[in-house]
């Protein structure tokens, strides 16, 4: 009996998918090291965990075309991108990568929608939402070092941001959540 509940077009699409999220791991360990040399110890435990997060974005791929009956398969990894050149170049790279796997993404559930596979449409709503939010953190990101100075930032002004990305939560504001009471 054939139990398998995916077409293999997802099955492989989604497979690639759980790689695009092992990558941005990869991706944010390594900026995580790169500001943990630059003396950024808040800023590199702000990075690394992210880079957990996307690890658990690539297992929730993975569980989910198992339990459709498909198999997914870790591939090998691209190089991980060059160091980020400073801080402005560093929060401007986290965005972007946000913002290309977001249109990832986007192009899933429009397979899945193409296929009437509403199981995986359903499923991929969990990632349009969380992109939301990892592009919304991205762009708090960007706005904290641009009130500190940017490049220009002074060392105290990168000290305090430092300390306050060490402490900021990993999950950013969903603008759908905002009520009037809290904007
Ligand atoms: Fe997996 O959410 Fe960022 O990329």
Redesign the pocket.
């Known amino acids: 009996m054939d139990t398998k509940r995916i077409s293999s077009t997802l099955e492989q699409a989604l497979s690639t998918q759980m790689n695009?999220?092992l990558f941005?791991s990869h991706t944010y360990l390594s900026y995580g090291i790169w500001a943990d040399d630059k003396g950024y110890g808040g800023i590199a435990n702000f990075l690394m965990r992210?880079s957990q997060?996307?690890r658990e974005?690539?297992l929730k791929f993975m569980k989910y075309v198992l339990n459709r009956g498909g198999k997914p398969t870790v591939t090998g990894q691209s190089a991980t991108p060059k160091d980020p050149q400073n801080m402005t170049d560093c929060f401007n790279l986290v965005f972007k990568?946000?913002v290309e796997?977001?249109e990832k993404i986007y192009k899933l559930v429009d397979m899945a929608f193409e296929e009437k596979d509403w199981a995986t449409w359903n499923f991929l709503q969990w990632?349009v939402k969380?992109?939301i939010e990892?592009e919304t953190l991205a762009m708090d990101l960007i706005d904290k070092l641009k009130i500190a100075g940017g490049d220009q930032a002074s060392d105290e002004s990168l000290f305090t941001l430092d300390k306050t990305l060490g402490e900021t939560p990993d999950e950013g504001e969903l603008a759908r959540n905002a009520t009037s009471e809290n904007p």
Do not use: D, S
Request: hydrophobic letters at 20%; charged letters at 40%.
């Open positions: 695009v999220e941005q992210h997060e996307e974005h690539a990568h946000e796997n977001t990632f969380e992109q990892e």
